[in-house]
């Protein structure tokens, strides 16, 4: 296997080669850029030197073109002068080990998770509620996290809430207040929802994260792409099913400490879409579980045009910085520039600035953590070319991988086990048979006893009736806790974000 120079990953080359520091890596990264300047080539040079030092990496492949890293790449004009220009011996063009992953299905095995496993954060999130409707979904998730009761689709949410509203009285002291409004809402946002194509990620089998954890045969680090151009045309389901990602990330690894390099690399592409409009509730989550990520062993790098889009206290946990460049001409993208030039260590050799406006295609103004964890001086740099292919390829390509891929019979196919939905409904069908049955029997008895017994029998039935009822939740709510049981073998503990602790 190939190893980088001293243990450094070679980024770029201006006056000087330009080395990232693998074991500042969990320092996260940025790279930012007007559209057309380099970022995708950039994030696959670092994604292929990550690939080559072992470590398994995670990419949002938003336009199609991450998926040219399964062939080899091919000489142009452009990567030719870079080759003669920055001095690279021995550039050999190679593919890459490669996983696709696609929430539809199409360029990829099926992505999907659960209700449960969302939790109620993110989903309130991608259901656009209010604090008090958040509350109501936090109560009906804790209600059927007691109650065992799996929710894993649309349509177990759905029947959940039903459930919980018709018996909001009884819930009302242990759980709090279920207002008919809040159902009301919650209900029409979840039809909403559906009718985006939001319910094509709910359900199962669900991703196990611990999957990208995977290297090709010659031990360099999987690349897991996730096929992102349809999802993309929904903005806050990108960015909700990524940031998704990122906390099951968090918590499936176990604490690392420092590292020489990361365990895993994980590319958020059009990062700024994770904050757009979003509650302060959930910045501040985020900006957590981005810093907490880093003791993991996990290095995050986000891909935005602007970096001013991203929330100040998130960039000032971003130590490695690839800033391409920046077009100026409105007041807004003077101040964009004028942010994005303050963020760096000041070179005596150039106006930042000034710089930044003019830097070519591939080229950028780059920033590292040193050893110590200091930023170094800003370098004018060229990015490395990558030895992959920088085109998309054609679906065929990706069907054969794909084929080829043992995950492909582990994710290929849907099931619907049972779940809320159909506990509920068969609670619901035994319950009408019960009251039925002792509603027949109330109308027997009485036609059969006598007028001074009538009252007594009267009584009587509406009890048996109302111990029959209860027995019937109850045995749901039992056959439910077996399901769970063997399904998770132990409590539900939500995490961060509310999303199911394992
Ligand atoms: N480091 C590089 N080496 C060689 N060519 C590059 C490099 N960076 C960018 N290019 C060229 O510029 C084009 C646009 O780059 P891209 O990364 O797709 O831009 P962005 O993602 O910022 O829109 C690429 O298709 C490629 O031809
Ligand atoms: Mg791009």
């Known amino acids: 296997m190939y190893t980088p120079d001293n243990g450094k990953i070679w980024l770029a080359t201006g006056t000087e080669r330009v080395y990232l520091n693998p074991a500042m890596a969990n320092r996260h990264g940025l790279i930012a850029g007007a559209t057309g300047t380099g970022k995708t080539v950039t994030l696959k040079v670092v994604a292929e030197s990550f690939s080559e030092m072992g470590v398994p990496v995670f990419i949002a492949d938003i336009k199609g073109d991450v998926s040219g890293m399964c062939v080899p790449g091919s000489e142009n004009k452009h990567i030719r002068r870079s080759i003669d220009t920055m001095g690279i011996e ?38 656009g509620l209010t604090d008090v409707q958040s509350g109501v979904l936090r109560i009906v998730f804790r209600i059927a996290d007691d109650k065992g009761l799996l929710l894993l689709d649309l349509k177990d949410l759905r029947s959940m809430m039903q459930y919980v509203a018709d018996n909001a009285a009884e819930f009302k002291i242990s759980y709090g207040n279920v207002s008919p409004q809040s159902v009301g809402a919650i209900q029409r946002a979840l039809l909403t929802l559906e009718d985006e194509g939001g319910d094509i990620f709910f359900g199962e089998p669900a991703l196990e994260i611990a999957d990208w954890f995977e290297w090709g045969d010659d031990g360099r680090g999987m690349m897991n792409i996730l096929e992102c151009a349809e999802l993309f045309q929904h903005p806050l389901l990108y960015s909700t099913f990524l940031l998704w990602m990122l906390t099951e990330l968090y918590e499936l690894l176990p604490e690392a400490g420092d590292l020489d390099k990361p365990k895993m690399v994980f590319f958020f592409d059009e990062a700024h879409l994770l904050f757009n409009d979003a509650p302060k509730a959930l910045l501040e ?10 003791s993991k062993g996990v290095s995050v790098w986000f891909i935005t045009q602007n970096p001013m889009d991203i929330p100040e206290t998130v960039l000032a946990q971003i130590g490695n910085r690839v800033q391409h460049a920046l077009r100026a001409y409105t007041p807004n993208e003077q101040r964009a520039v004028r942010a994005a030039a303050k963020s760096f260590r000041v070179n005596p050799d150039f106006d ?18 040193d050893e110590k964890g200091v930023p170094t001086v800003v370098q004018r740099a060229g990015i490395l070319p990558p030895k992959s292919s920088m085109n998309a390829v054609e679906p065929a390509v990706i069907g054969t991988v794909c084929a080829n891929s043992p995950l492909a019979d582990k994710y290929g196919k849907a099931v619907d086990r049972e779940s809320a939905y159909e506990l509920l409904v068969a609670a619901a069908e035994e319950a009408q048979k019960a009251a039925e049955a002792a509603e ?7 036609e059969r006893a006598a007028k001074e017994k009538e009252k007594a029998a009267k009584k009587k039935a509406a009890s048996s009736s ?5 027995s019937a939740v109850g045995k749901v709510a039992s056959s439910a806790a077996n399901t769970i049981g063997r399904e998770l073998g132990k409590q539900i503990v939500r995490g961060l974000f509310g999303t199911l602790r394992r």
């Open 466 to 470: 109302s111990r029959k009822r209860q």
């Open 90 to 127: 021995n550039f050999n063009y190679t593919s890459f080990p490669v996983r696709f992953f696609d929430v539809y299905g199409k360029l990829g095995h099926p992505v999907r998770t659960t209700i449960s496993e969302m939790g109620p954060e993110l989903l309130g999130r991608l259901l």
């Open 440 to 446: 027949k029997e109330r109308q027997k008895e009485a």
């Open 285 to 294: 989550k985020i900006e957590q579980v981005v810093r907490l990520i880093r």
């Open 352 to 369: 930042t600035e000034a710089v930044l406006q003019e830097l070519a295609t591939g080229e950028a103004l780059v920033s590292v953590l």
